[in-house]
T-cell receptor, first 115, second 110 residues
Framework: NAGVTQTPKFQVLKTGQSMTLQCAQD?????MSWYRQDPGMGLRLIHY???????DQGEVPNGYNVSRSTTEDFPLRLLSAAPSQTSVYFC??????????????FGPGTRLLVL | DAKTTQPTSMDCAEGRAANLPCNHS???????VYWYRQIHSQGPQYIIH???NNETNEMASLIITEDRKSSTLILPHATLRDTAVYYC???????????FGSGTRLLVRP
């Protein structure tokens, strides 16, 4: 299993550009989520999905869109990039949405710089 | 989900035990304590979790006080590769959200 994969590893955007961060998992996990991590900070939840066709907002959803058309993929779209969205983005997945002991597996991250 | 309080940073000598404390005084009965770590900006990695009993796995031990208001993660023989930021997270058993704080930056010295 490749686990959770993210592409690209690094991206530079200009203010106002749009882009899609890709996330895929091959573990047949129902739950997937996106976090952002700003320098020196912990991770903050952007959006999450408890299954194909179901998404919801996390703590910091503004400026981002998601969709979940398949179990494997959970892309994150930046509609109009702003310098405040400069961050490291992590995708995570777990077998089920909740339950004791349910652990989440994280991808390697995408580093985004918005100029 | 209950909030947690952790020291900003700690250090320990290689080969010695690293004891990382976490306060979660507002924890409720159905909330679990989870520990994750993040090595050098990689994605966070699950370490261990517990409800009220002490837990041990191949990576670490988790000691939860009887009143469940605090816990300690123990790395029994720290190595240089254990240098990382350690996050203590309290989560309800029915919740899928992980709320990360700032964590504890552990430096393992040679």
């Amino acid at each position: 299993n490749a686990g959770v994969t993210q592409t690209p590893k690094f991206q530079v955007l200009k203010t106002g550009q749009s882009m899609t961060l890709q996330c895929a998992q091959d573990m047949n996990h129902e739950y997937m989520s996106w976090y952002r991590q700003d320098p020196g900070m912990g991770l903050r939840l952007i959006h999450y999905s408890v299954g194909a066709g179901i998404t919801d907002q996390g703590e910091v959803p503004n400026g981002y869109n998601v969709s979940r058309s398949t179990t494997e993929d959970f892309p994150l779209r930046l509609l109009s990039a702003a310098p405040s969205q400069t961050s490291v983005y992590f995708c995570a997945s777990s077998y089920s949405p909740g339950g004791p002991g349910e652990t989440q597996y994280f991808g390697p991250g995408t580093r985004l710089l918005v100029l | 989900d209950a909030k947690t309080t952790q020291p900003t940073s700690m250090d320990c000598a290689e080969g010695r035990a690293a004891n990382l404390p976490c306060n979660h005084s507002t924890i409720s009965g159905n909330e679990y304590v989870y520990w994750y770590r993040q090595i050098h900006s990689q994605g966070p990695q699950y370490i261990i979790h517990g409800l009220k009993n002490n837990e041990t796995n191949e990576m670490a031990s988790l000691i939860i006080t009887e009143d469940r208001k605090s816990s300690t993660l123990i790395l029994p023989h720290a190595t240089l590769r254990d240098t990382a930021v350690y996050y203590c997270i309290v989560r309800m058993d029915s919740s899928y959200k992980l709320i990360f704080g700032s964590g504890t930056r552990l430096l393992v010295r040679p």
